[in-house]
């Protein structure tokens, strides 16, 4: 990234070069993004694909909407609250929310995604046992919260305490991994909108997760995406829900900055 | 033992004017697992799919269909309807264990 930095400002001069050295020794300054305009997924998705998508009727994902709806407003747990209790009517109050998560959590110290906030609140103050990370319960409630954002730009807050957190996720993403030695964005970077197999190659926007995956037939969470990226480079994933993909998660959320919420998109 | 047939969503227009051609949409949550898969012990996933789907217009059918293993899980259907009367849609799905998951849906005449 410094390097990158450096060498797009080495034909604008000495002067500018000097200013840059400056601001990197300060301590890095605002981190740059590789791709300043990016491309939603879509732009990458085949014509049949996004007719699927752009179709609420015939969108798969509804289903998982229509899931989360009824649980939203269905009491759980020792302290025989609903998601409702508190938050009453979804359209109003989770409006936005997925815009603007992962979102450092205080109270926890670290960076939280939208499922964890979910089982967060489950647990504190439901009194109910957390859910499984990618099961079709949690999916269909972050899918239905997702909904609520949709056409809303992602806006992650980096800043703060939070930095720390989206540093390590720039960090993963840009490791070497797997006995194929590729970062993640030796293809979503350097070959995107080339074919690697039948498919084009993406950005890796994260703007329309959860996502109903063709090739799955089901509704996925980002994290199981990212599992399956590093298991094609022939690495070891993470756990899902651990603190590397987490990271990565924002890291991810902040490249993908000022795209349209895209959720439930449909991919093969 | 057959995954539960989940619930369905059915569309098509508030009303319509008679000798009109509409489109009546179906989707329905099911797994359609094939029978061809194995499990991680390499124990073979016993096929459970929606076997039949059938429409029923004030008692009559309508549109029938036979589905089939490569048919991709949650099926969506959709077929064209030729309007004469108001009346009451019945549509069914059967699932390999004969069990039933029914919806209604209402035409109205413009």
């Known amino acids: 990234m410094r390097a990158r930095h450096l060498a797009g400002l080495a034909g604008g001069g000495v002067a500018l070069l000097g200013l840059a050295v400056a601001a990197l020794a300060q301590g890095g300054g605002e981190p740059q993004r590789a791709i300043p305009d990016p491309q939603s997924g879509r732009h990458f998705a085949t014509p049949e694909t996004l007719e699927i998508q752009d179709d609420d009727f015939q969108n798969p994902a509804f289903l998982w909407v229509e899931e989360g709806e009824r649980a939203w407003s269905h009491a759980e747990g020792s302290a025989g609250k609903s998601c409702a209790s508190c938050h009453g009517d979804a359209a109003e109050s989770m409006k936005g929310v997925r815009a603007r998560y992962p979102a450092f959590d205080a109270k926890k110290g670290r960076v939280v995604t939208l499922e964890q906030r979910v089982n967060i609140c489950r647990e504190e103050n439901m009194g109910a046992p957390p859910l499984r990370i990618d099961s079709r319960p949690l999916n269909a409630m972050t899918t239905y919260l997702g909904l609520q954002s949709r056409g809303m730009p992602v806006q992650v807050d980096i800043s703060g305490p939070a930095r720390p957190f989206f540093d390590k996720g720039e960090d993963f993403y840009n490791t070497r991994r797997g006995q194929l030695d590729m970062r993640c964005g030796s293809c979503h970077e350097d070959n995107f909108g080339r074919h690697l197999r039948a498919d084009l190659l993406s950005q890796g926007m994260s703007n329309g997760f959860p996502t109903y995956r063709l090739k799955e037939q089901r509704v996925i969470s980002l994290q199981y995406r990212l599992q399956g990226c590093v298991n094609d480079v022939r690495g070891q994933a993470p756990p899902m829900g651990g603190e590397e993909f987490t990271n990565l998660e924002f890291y991810l959320a902040w490249r993908a900055q000022g795209l349209p919420v895209e959720t439930p998109a449909v991919r093969r | ?110």
Request: net charge neutral.
């Open chain 2, 1 to 110: 033992m057959a995954a539960p047939i989940g619930q369905p969503r059915v569309r098509l227009p508030a009303s319509a004017k008679a000798g009109e051609i509409i489109e009546i949409r179906t989707l329905i949550s099911h797994v359609m697992e094939t029978g061809n898969r194995r499990d991680q012990e390499g124990k073979t996933i016993p096929r459970d799919i929606i076997k039949r789907f059938v429409a029923k217009f004030d008692g009559q059918e309508v549109f029938a269909m036979d589905l089939a293993t490569a048919i991709s899980a949650n099926p969506y259907i959709a077929f064209p309807f030729k309007v004469e009367k108001a009346g009451s849609f019945e549509f069914t799905w059967t699932n390999d264990a004969g069990e039933e998951r029914k919806s209604t849906a209402e035409l109205k005449l413009a």
